[in-house]
């Protein structure tokens, strides 16, 4: 009876573990990653318009590259600037080949790859000219076919920096694109 409840008591472990990772797929590939202008708010009623152009290498936990920013209060801007990739912090690979718009499947080139990266980033203010560091999070839904993006997942951007975290995704499009 004994060796039955330890037998048991490993094949639950052993499934549970099979289980938790059966929806999570990582890369070790290189990256080309594109932000079109993406808004996202705050809980303060601030928003932050972004752009990016850049890339990031998994294996080696890089990145590179460079995008613009806008902080609004309403309509009126209070910031714009630019910030720099200087590397790369986390990524969750969902797949590649296919995106889910609206319950419908629509297939996409096989380079085109889709996952959450997080990246360190360095900002400078045209305005002000003062300079800070932060993290930017880069959320694109397209997986693998027949696959889905996790639930709870929305395309966009979310940024923590200077001690406010725009984690509201309100508009943007976003692709990585894996590179040979």
Do not use: W
Request: one cysteine or more; aromatic letters at 8%; hydrophobic letters at 40%.
């Amino acid at each position: 009876m004994r060796r039955f409840a330890v037998a048991l008591a490993f094949l639950l472990v052993a499934a549970a573990v099979l289980a938790g990772s059966a929806g999570s797929r990582t890369s070790k590939s290189a990256f080309e990653v594109s932000v079109e202008p993406s808004i996202s708010a705050a809980s303060n009623g601030l928003t932050l318009e972004t752009e990016l152009e850049g890339s990031f290498n998994v294996a080696g936990k890089t990145a590179s590259g460079s995008g613009t920013y806008e902080l609004r209060a309403g309509a009126t801007v209070l910031d714009s600037g630019t910030f720099t990739l200087t590397r790369l912090i986390a990524f969750q690979f969902y797949g590649c080949g296919e995106v889910t718009a609206e319950g419908v499947r629509i297939p996409l080139p096989p380079e085109f790859c889709g996952g959450r990266v997080i990246l360190a980033v360095h900002a400078t203010s045209l305005v002000s000219g003062a300079q800070s560091e932060g993290l930017y999070e880069v959320n694109c839904q397209i997986h693998d076919p027949g696959g889905q993006a996790p639930p709870g997942t929305s395309e966009g951007v979310k940024v923590n920096a200077r001690g406010i975290n725009f984690n509201k995704h309100v508009t943007g499009d976003n692709l990585f694109v894996v590179t040979p």
